[in-house]
């Protein structure tokens, strides 16, 4: 990062921190993790110290408007390692002006004293993984909690005050069929998150789903079965007060995520810890997936290793606009003086073509999926692309 001076700039309102330590690995799971010791949490909160340090030296002090601690399991550090991550934090990031402060934990990972020092950091929103509430299906996926557990971590969050809660779920898992998956929503609307996202099953290359479905010990959803059960949670969540705000989220009033609606609305932000990404200007840069490697060059004085590319602007202005189509609120055309004139014409003659075959349609001069199309944000992406 150390040549991208020209892309870091006081409007990297986001920032994002990965917490690379899990208890175990879900059957489905491919984002980068590690197991959890002592030794290694340690080495790892003063690695991204380094990181950070080295962020402010060169570009001054983070002044976001929405952190979001991801993993991994930030819930899984002990308390005592957990109260000096939050002090390393708020060493290097000015708390004042955050809107959104948001960790992921997984049910049954929160004691009290645990919530109770979130909440005193600053913590004010919690992403919980509950991914399903059948038993069987936790044990199969490769879940370390129950149904039970979800229940009690939200009543728990509750008492303490830390209300605004997301729970995730996963539909069209192998073994979840239309009973299970109907069980499943009527769970989660009586416990009533102001978040909740809804994710399709995808098999993912090196999980071990993906092992388990190449030697036929589970059998894959069809397509139709994953778009019954994405139709079903549309319904059941929609008619219930929730608004789908995203291809895969659903929030009541005033309670979509900040901090993914910046990704998805084409901001810029700051990802910190291994695996991280970033996107700074026309800078991508996304960090090397090995802890120990990462904590190596830190230690070292210098930025871990990582992946990193100026993308033309061409290309930096396409990305971004595709990827407000995942929202409800679509994406405004760029100024076509903004835009060289083959891309733009090119954006224009597909935009009529997919409206006439009711792909699209504008609102308020934004274009937007319609509902017919609202699965298949990918797709038309894909389309706009040049």
Not at 218 to 231: G, K
């Amino acid at each position: 990062m150390s040549d991208s001076s020209s892309y870091v700039t006081s409007t990297v309102r986001h920032v994002y921190i990965h917490v690379p330590f899990c208890s175990g690995k879900c059957s489905y799971c491919a984002f980068y993790s590690e197991p959890c010791s002592h030794k290694r949490i340690v080495r790892y909160i003063e690695a991204l110290n380094r990181e950070l340090e080295l962020f402010g030296k060169q570009y001054g002090m983070l002044v976001p408007d929405t952190l979001y601690i991801g993993g991994g399991t930030p819930s899984i550090l002990p308390d005592e390692a957990l109260a000096d991550f939050m002090r390393m934090i708020h060493k290097h990031i000015r708390m004042n002006t955050l809107v959104e402060y948001t960790m992921e934990a997984n049910p049954g990972t929160l004691s009290d004293s645990t919530i109770a020092l979130l909440k005193n950091s600053g913590v004010n929103r919690i992403s919980l993984g509950a991914q399903s509430f059948d038993e069987k299906i936790l044990t199969t996926m490769g879940r370390r909690h129950s149904s039970g557990d979800i229940t009690r971590t939200v009543e728990c969050l509750r008492t303490h005050g830390l209300a605004n809660i997301s729970l995730d779920l996963i539909a069209a898992f192998p073994g979840v069929d239309t009973q299970i998956w109907r069980d499943s929503l009527q769970k989660i609307l009586a416990i009533r998150p102001p978040h909740i996202s809804v994710y399709a099953c995808s098999v993912e290359p090196g999980t071990r789903l993906e092992q388990q479905q190449r030697m036929g010990e589970i059998p894959c959803p069809t397509e139709s079965e994953s778009l019954e059960q994405l139709d079903s949670a549309y319904e059941s969540l929609t008619s219930s007060g929730y608004t789908p705000y995203e291809t895969s989220n659903y929030a009541l009033k005033d309670h979509a995520c900040r901090h993914n609606m910046a990704y998805w609305q084409g901001k810029d932000y700051a990802g910190f810890g291994p695996a991280a990404a970033s996107r700074l200007g026309q800078l991508r840069r996304h960090n090397s997936e090995n802890l120990t490697a990462y904590c190596a060059e830190l230690e070292k004085g210098l930025w871990p290793p990582a992946e990193s590319e100026v993308v033309s602007i061409q290309d930096d202005i396409t990305e971004r606009f595709v990827f407000g189509f995942r929202t409800a609120y679509g994406c405004k055309l760029p100024n076509e003086n903004d835009v060289p004139e083959a891309l733009f014409t090119h954006w224009i003659c597909t935009l009529s073509d997919l409206q006439s075959r009711r792909l699209v349609c504008q609102q308020d001069g934004r274009w937007c999926l319609t509902h017919r199309s609202r699965h298949l944000a990918d797709a038309v992406a894909r389309e706009l692309l040049p």
